[in-house]
């Protein structure tokens, strides 16, 4: 299993990204896929998941509203959008699937701030 996450970066706030999971080596349209965070000092902590057919969706109250989860099951790859960025939402952003045990992406980092 491997999920490698990009498309992290330096935005003022107001701003939007969008982060990409590249995922191989198990089947990924059976499995629901996880978007985790963790900020400097803090514990990791859920941003949003999505089922396996794309059609339910989980949000943190944090990012509700701003925050969009999806998937390309043909591409093997999920996204998070993130719209009106704030300074709390600088972390490490990391893609997460459960197959037997947990796998972890590397991160990729968004950094908010004028």
């Known amino acids: 299993v491997q999920l490698v996450e990009s498309g992290g970066g330096l935005v003022q706030p107001g701003g939007s990204l969008r982060l990409s999971c590249a995922a191989s080596?198990?089947?990924?349209?059976?499995?629901?896929m996880s978007w985790y965070r963790q900020a400097p000092g803090k514990e990791r902590e859920v941003v949003a998941v999505?089922?396996?057919?794309?059609?339910?969706?989980q949000y943190a109250d944090s990012v509700k509203g701003r925050f969009i989860i999806s998937r390309d099951n043909a591409k093997n790859t999920v996204y998070l959008q993130m719209n009106s960025l704030k300074p709390e939402d600088t972390a490490v952003y990391y893609c997460?699937?459960?197959?037997?045990?947990?796998?972890w992406g590397k991160g990729t980092l968004v950094t908010v701030s004028s």
């Open positions: 080596g198990f089947t990924f349209s059976n499995y629901a």
């Open positions: 997460k699937v459960f197959i037997g045990m947990v796998y």
């Open positions: 999505i089922v396996s057919a794309g059609g339910i969706t």
